[in-house]
């Protein structure tokens, strides 16, 4: 799951996999290609362009940014598990249309960014804080609202409460409580027993990156939230349970709402409910558009 190879199929979905497949998923591991992109900035608008942010470790992170003005506010996208930043542009696009200012971006180990692994969240809380950062420094907006799918939005809760990030909202969809319990999931999905295959899993993937996967627990992370919060959530999720979901909201100190979307799995929003989505959206940043910790400034600039 947290090595991208350069070639191949990527294995079916747990559900989707035939009682061979599943056995050798169960012994040899899935195969997950690195997701790349195929699109141009111009996809998404005329006056997007290419950002590359450099981290202090050597992970170059590549995004999009398409900028609106000093007067507007700006939406930073995070994508999900075994994606990149283009799978994103129906959001962005809303965003834009709402009128504010948005910068798409590849995790490490996906689309143009460099590197070819994950950790679902865990060094990407690293470049969510490198690319927040940046932003603070060199893109001049009103505020900074981060957007995240699926792993994105636990990437954004671990760069809260680990990093120091301090955005003025959060937009968090599909979000899993603990890594545990999303990797359980999976053998759920396939219906054969977690026991103790995710349990090996979790340890042996924190292994080989240092960290202790036990304790990659967004529900934790969440009580260092004290901006406002969006938490959209599909009722029938399979990979990130909406009780899940539920518990992470339920740890946020600060303002927040729940928005569920009925019969809607593990899946963009805006596809399935257009309407629904960017209605919510923007109340949502209407409603908070008073409340910021970034000052105006006069004038915009990419760095």
Known sequence: ?????????????????????????????????????????????????????REAEGVDLSGWYCDRGSGTSLVILFHGYASEKTALIPEASAFLELGASVLLVDFRGSGDSSESYTTIGV?????????FRYAEQ???HTRILLFGQSMGAVAILRAVDKCGVLPDA???EAVFDTLLNTVRNRFNAMRV????????????GG?????????HNPVNDARAVQC????????????ASLAEGRRVFDEVHGSKEFKTFDRTGHESYISIH???WRTTIAEFMRKTDGQRTHPIVGKSGSG
Not at 123 to 131: G, K, L, S
């Open 1 to 53: 799951m947290m090595h991208f190879t350069a070639q191949g199929v990527r294995t079916c979905k747990p559900e989707d996999l035939t009682l061979w497949a599943k056995v050798r998923v169960l012994l040899f591991g899935v195969n997950v290609p690195r997701p790349v992109g195929t699109l141009s900035p111009s996809a998404l608008d005329a006056e997007c362009h290419v950002l590359t942010i």
């Open 123 to 131: 060094r990407e809380a690293d470049d969510v804080a490198a690319v």
């Open 138 to 140: 060199h893109l001049r």
């Open 170 to 172: 959060i937009i968090a």
């Open 193 to 204: 027993p977690s026991f103790p295959c995710a349990q090996l899993l979790v340890f042996w």
């Open 207 to 215: 292994c080989q990156w240092g960290f202790n996967g036990f304790e």
């Open 228 to 239: 406002p919060a969006m938490f959209m959530h599909g009722a029938d999720d399979p990979r």
């Open 274 to 276: 257009a309407t629904e």
